[in-house]
């Protein structure tokens, strides 16, 4: 058709193609009223185990709905669930909505990286576990976990593993004044006092490889059916666990299990997040000059940490192992 016989154009011959803008996408979402709570035990390739009301024995598969986009899922996440809960062979809910988090487990690769990664969500606390004898302790792995705690809002368990190998009066005598809860446990026996305290509760164990976090798990609870594996000739244990994962105890609560690790970045902690986890010391922080560490002399030498003590409103020993949690923060070898 010439451009001289537009005139026989009517409404008929109207071609109008849709773009971006043509309608605008509404922001209204779907209220799944019809939604069932649920907790994450599991995370694998883009699909989400859940226990349905945090009943081990519902446990069904769930992929992230389209209008999550990319909100990050983890393990100890609640969500809540559409679709088909029936937890049958071939089937799949959708998560669409994940609730605010009451703590937060992150770590990340190192102290240079700014890629955080949350390995838990929603535990109450976290169990260091680390071997007083092959392979030996790390104190400093210990104080990162610790600075990762108080930074993530867990309680902080210390569970010495091996004692049949070696004594851990030492080591607790090194963490007396931080007040942090710890069991021993030993190879030969079963590990009651640390399944007294994980009951009823949701726990996160965490420590490198070769320290019986796998062997611990497994006593507590015999079906998890975890490798255990075998330290190594040169002291560093093979990696056993190899993704986090929530596992039900047989009195109540729940234990999960973290890939062993062999380095605690915290690149996303800062020093006054370490401080507000001592209340003596959080008021006092605030008068610090801007950008103090809290290392006292020579680093920060107008830091005023050390005012709370001198007016007997705190210890030196307890200051003194604060300041230590900050080294290993800062990455400063004792």
Known sequence: MSKRDWRRLDESDVRVRPGRGSRPRTKRRPEHSDAVSAMVTGVDRGRWTCAVAGDPARQVTAMRARELGRTPVVVGDAVDLVGDVSGKPDTLARIVRVAERSSVLRRTADDTDPYERVVVANAEQL??????????????????CLVACYAGGLEPVLCLTKADLASPDELLAGYADLAVPAVVTRHDQPPGALAERLTGRVSALVGHSGVGKSTLVNQLIPDAA????????????????????????????????????????????????????????????????????????????????????????????????????????AGIEP
């Open 127 to 144: 169990v260091i576990v680390t071997a007083l004898a092959d392979p030996p302790p790390r104190t400093g792995f210990i104080d990162r």
């Open 226 to 329: 975890l490798a255990t594996g075998e330290v190594s000739a040169v002291g560093k244990g093979r990696h056993t666990s190899v993704a986090a994962i929530a596992l039900p105890l047989a009195d109540g609560g729940w234990v999960v299990d973290t890939p062993g690790v062999r380095s605690f970045g915290l690149a996303h902690v800062t020093a006054d997040d370490i401080v507000e986890a001592f209340e003596e010391f959080a008021e006092a922080a605030e008068e610090c000059p801007s950008g103090c560490g809290h290392l006292g002399p020579p680093e920060d030498p107008d830091c005023a940490l050390d005012d709370v003590v001198s007016a007997g409103q705190a210890g030196a020993s307890r200051l003194e192992s604060l300041r230590r949690l900050l080294a290993s923060h």
